[in-house]
């Protein structure tokens, strides 16, 4: 088999001048209003409005956006804390196959360096694009051992920024390696820091954006990485996953098709792994019209994740509870949706959640494990307090390549989340230069309804 890091970044290349086709096109639009969705809500919340403070512009000489502070900036501090507002109401985008959101460091980075640059959209669309194309394979080749103690998102999530950057800088492929091979190194993110109480998990991809791009800028003036980076023995994939790396798989198919095309969209406010748990809820109280009142137990039976991940009976903040099944199970019964608003602080203090809570149990499926992470699925066992057992496999998630949401919902999304934070007519307007325009999207000023700028 071929080195893997210069199959990777030759195909990267290769998005400087093959052409993109409709399907592409509209890919890329719409994981770019996407992230936009999931980043505006951010931007008025900590840690990034935090992190703002504590990375003050310098020399105020930079070209990028951020969209957290509203002012122009470096492109790293603009890729820094835009990437940790995108992810941080935990509705950015997934793919699926290697666990990983490619969207909050890789659109963050280009997004900046692309404005600081004076790019042309097709050339942000084509940096994205290949972005994707290298994270989303490299984590194919990893999973799912890696996600054990790493948190991909933060380390793949280096790579494709470094990717998206290295062409925006109009790197060739040996530019493009070496890019791969520098922010293999910068990588890092456990998974403790996913744990508990803490604002960690949300500066994870802000990291990422700023490493990738400063492995990037490093790799344009002729700084060099191990060309085994990824395979060697002692390289990226052997250091964070059991296996030198499963590159076979990473790398099917690669020229056929391309992973942004093939996005999950996040259609609720918490962790991936509780969607297959919150659809299948749905489907059973609709079919056999029980509610809340009716239970006297929840049986969820997921992947391991799901338990590892996700069994928080007890949540103490908004970012312990996007990662609680028993809350988001139980407010998805009682408030009809799991949203923004099922995170604000008086919602997390309802006593009919917390009680409902009590009645609701995660385990872990082995045979559904074995499945993952390619099928995300869970296993619901609803005994009611009439004395009937329903039982119920979900076999996918609403959003995923199988299940897909419209265009139409994906707008949708995007006017909920920026309600209150951008106008109307200033949603619309960005709404249309993103899915429609020919210009990079530019300064905007976000504010809290009734607020003002951070």
Known sequence: ??????????????????????????????????????TLPGCVRAPAIM???????????????????????????????????????????????????PGSPTIAAALALAQHLGSSLDELHRAIVAGYEVGCRISLAIQPSHYTFWHTTSTVGTI????????LLGA?????????????????????????????????????????????MAAAVGIAGSSDSLDAENGFAA??????????????????????????????????????????????????????????????????????MCNRPDPASA??????????????????????????????????????????????????TVEYPRRRQARLRVILRDGRVLEHLQQTRRGDPENPLNDAEIVAKFHELASGILSDTDAASLRDAILYGAELPRKLLVAPAGGSLP
């Not at 290769?14 to 999931?38: K, M, N, S």
């Not at 494709?160 to 062409?167: F, N, P």
């Not at 098709?257 to 299948?280: E, N, Q, S």
Request: glycine content about 8%; some cysteine.
């Open 319 to 368: 970012q312990d509870a996007r990662f609680s099944l028993q809350y988001c199970l139980a407010a998805r019964l009682i408030l009809g949706a799991v949203r923004l608003a099922a995170f604000e602080e008086e919602t997390l203090a309802r006593a009919d959640i917390r009680e409902l809570m009590t009645r609701i149990s995660v385990t872990e499926d082995p045979d559904l």
């Open 172 to 216: 060739d492929d040996r530019s493009l390696g070496n890019a791969i091979a520098l922010s293999s190194s910068f990588a890092g993110g456990h998974q403790q820091n996913l744990q508990g109480k803490g604002l960690a998990k949300a500066l994870h991809p802000g990291h990422a954006a700023d490493a990738g791009l400063l492995a990037a």
């Open 51 to 101: 992190l703002a403070k504590a990375v003050p512009e310098t020399d105020g000489s930079g070209g990028a956006w951020s969209y957290v502070d509203s002012r122009s900036s470096t492109p790293r501090r603009a890729a820094l804390l835009n990437a940790t507002a995108s992810h941080t109401v935990e509705f950015d985008d997934i793919f699926k196959d290697g666990g990983y959101h």
């Open 239 to 308: 250091a964070t996953s059991d296996t030198t790396g499963n590159w076979e798989a990473a790398l099917a198919g690669l020229g056929e098709w391309t992973p942004i095309t093939r996005m999950t969209v996040k259609a609720h406010g918490c962790c991936g792994h509780i969607f297959p748990a919150l659809d299948a809820i749905a489907v059973m109280s609709e079919r056999h019209s029980f509610r809340e009142k009716d239970i006297a137990r929840i049986e969820v039976h997921g992947y391991r994740a799901t338990e590892a």
């Open 160 to 167: 494709g920024a470094a990717v998206a950057g290295a062409m």
């Open 1 to 38: 088999m071929s080195n893997p890091l210069s199959a990777l970044a030759q195909a990267a290349c290769d998005w400087r001048r093959r052409p993109i086709d409709g399907a592409v096109e509209w890919a890329v639009r719409r994981a770019i209003l996407d992230w936009f969705a999931t």
